[in-house]
């Protein structure tokens, strides 16, 4: 089970902490995956972390601003926003892949499980 939390509304310019908390199983040997979807749009891709060496990717309209990471210990991911922009609202979901094939983080079928998702509002 994957439970996202930490969205909100909050105005462009401004930051948020997602965090993804992992139960029944532990995902500290799985790839860790954020997505977003915005209304009327299909799900994309936003950040991937690799369990091997913590290795990140990042789609072109979040790098420099967001930024994934990992507590294996407390079995969470995170996905550090900053300077929020109204077109970052959508529902933000976290996913765990058991080896995500390399080139290919971007795409959900490389990941197993998903979260529920949470709403994250910017407003300009």
């Known amino acids: 089970q994957l439970q996202a939390s930490g969205g909100g509304l909050v105005q462009a310019g401004g930051y948020l902490r997602l965090s993804c908390a992992a139960s029944g199983r532990t995902f500290s040997r799985y790839d860790m995956g954020w997505f977003r979807q915005a209304p009327g749009r299909e799900r994309e891709f936003a950040a991937a972390i690799r369990w091997s060496d913590s290795s990140t990717y990042y789609s072109d309209s979040v790098k420099g601003r967001f930024t994934i990471s990992r507590d294996n210990a407390k079995n969470t991911v995170y996905l550090q926003m900053n300077s929020l922009k109204p077109e970052d609202t959508a529902v933000y979901y976290c996913?765990?892949?058991?080896?995500?094939?390399?080139?290919?983080?971007?795409?959900?079928?490389?990941?197993?499980?998903w979260g529920q998702g949470t709403q994250v509002t910017v407003s300009s």
């Open positions: 996913a765990a892949g058991s080896g995500l094939r390399v080139g290919l983080e971007k795409y959900e079928y490389e990941y197993n499980f």
